[in-house]
Nanobody
Framework: QVQLEESGGGLVQAGESLRLSCAAS????????MGWYRQAPGKTRELVAI???????NYADSVKGRFTIAMDSAKNAVYLEMNSLEPEDTAVYYC?????????WGQGTQVTVSS
């Protein structure tokens, strides 16, 4: 099993920045991809950004140019730098890890952006 613990959420104003962190523990050997998803009230969970151990990244169109994802393979951690935040970015952000075909999720961290 893989355990994921997120940190860094909070309340900010539009235009400000936040950095989310996620640390994996447990059976971390073999984690190939880590990423961030988010779920706003009344909406389905959606991809924000993912990064592979090789460094390939993929972003949702809505965050391209504003968010940056990075993985620290040595620490089994993934980070999401969020700039120019908008009220539409308000959601619970979930860390995700893929290991040998299985997916693992964190408990989520709330990000609230006020206008």
């Amino acid at each position: 099993q893989v355990q994921l613990e997120e940190s860094g959420g909070g309340l900010v104003q539009a235009g400000e920045s936040l950095r989310l962190s996620c640390a994996a523990s447990g059976r971390t050997f073999g984690i190939n991809v880590m990423g961030w998803y988010r779920q706003a009230p009344g909406k389905t969970r959606e991809l924000v950004a993912i990064v592979s151990r090789g460094g390939s990244t993929n972003y949702a169109d809505s965050v391209k140019g504003r968010f940056t994802i990075a993985m620290d393979s040595a620490k089994n951690a993934v980070y999401l730098e969020m700039n120019s935040l908008e009220p539409e970015d308000t959601a619970v952000y979930y860390c995700n890890a893929e290991r040998r075909g299985l997916e693992f999720w964190g408990q989520g961290t709330q990000v609230t952006v006020s206008s």
